[in-house]
Antibody, heavy 114, light 106 residues
Framework: QVKLLQSGAALVKPGASVKMSCKASGYTFTDYWVSWVKQSHGKSLEWIGE????????NFNEKFKGKATLTVDKSTSTAYMELSRLTSEDSAIYYC???????WGPGTMVTVSS | DIQMTQSPSLLSASVGDRVTLNCKAS??????LAWYQQKLGEAPKLLIYNANSLQTGIPSRFSGSGSGTDFTLTISSLQPEDVATYFC????????FGAGTKLELK
């Protein structure tokens, strides 16, 4: 069965960076795009971008260019997202999904606070 | 950017009711639309993809319709476990989600 296992919650200081992971299992990792989605408290969903593990190709929501960096490690079937120059606006739950969203990870909560 | 507008934002209905949720795209997205259900504290779950295809394991009381700019999610007979927030998503160009419809029991 398809599973996406995400890293645990993070508490980070303003101005710092955070890197989170999404480990895939139950399917061929290199055959599907991995997307990342942000959900701020009580709000809707924002697509951040996507990465194709086979080639490393990426596409981004313009809003998140320069904020998010997407990478993969094919040897461990793991996708990563790094968020830089964090502010309180980056406090949210971040989900990884297979393709456009047929399977979702449980989310990683990021809290930005001094 | 493609904008997605959902209506209503809040819907109250009774068990057994037929419920209709709407989603409008700011431009033609053909049938590149999905519907998700999100319960409190959980990740969204895919219900419908390609506007009208039922995801495996989803009850048949859920159905989707539409193409182009106007789409609908219908629950034929509302069940208590359907209380949730429902989001539509376009994946024709990048991806954009609607603001959601919160469905509650009357």
């Amino acid at each position: 069965q398809v599973k996406l296992l995400q890293s645990g919650a993070a508490l980070v200081k303003p101005g710092a960076s955070v890197k989170m992971s999404c480990k895939a299992s139950g399917y061929t990792f290199t055959d599907y795009w991995v997307s990342w989605v942000k959900q701020s408290h009580g709000k809707s969903l924002e697509w951040i971008g996507e990465i194709y593990p086979n080639s490393g190709a990426t596409n981004f929501n313009e809003k998140f260019k320069g904020k998010a960096t997407l990478t993969v490690d094919k040897s461990t079937s793991t996708a990563y997202m790094e968020l830089s120059r964090l502010t309180s606006e980056d406090s949210a739950i971040y989900y990884c999904t297979r393709d456009y969203g047929d399977f979702w990870g449980p989310g990683t909560m990021v809290t930005v606070s001094s | 950017d493609i904008q997605m507008t959902q209506s209503p934002s809040l819907l109250s209905a009774s068990v057994g009711d037929r419920v209709t949720l709407n989603c409008k795209a700011s431009q033609n997205i053909y049938k590149n639309l999905a519907w998700y259900q999100q319960k409190l504290g959980e990740a969204p779950k895919l219900l419908i993809y390609n506007a009208n295809s039922l995801q495996t394991g989803i009850p048949s009381r859920f159905s989707g319709s539409g193409s182009g700019t106007d789409f609908t999610l219908t629950i034929s007979s509302l069940q208590p476990e359907d209380v949730a927030t429902y989001f539509c998503q376009q994946y024709y160009s990048g991806s954009t989600f609607g603001a959601g419809t919160k469905l509650e029991l009357k």
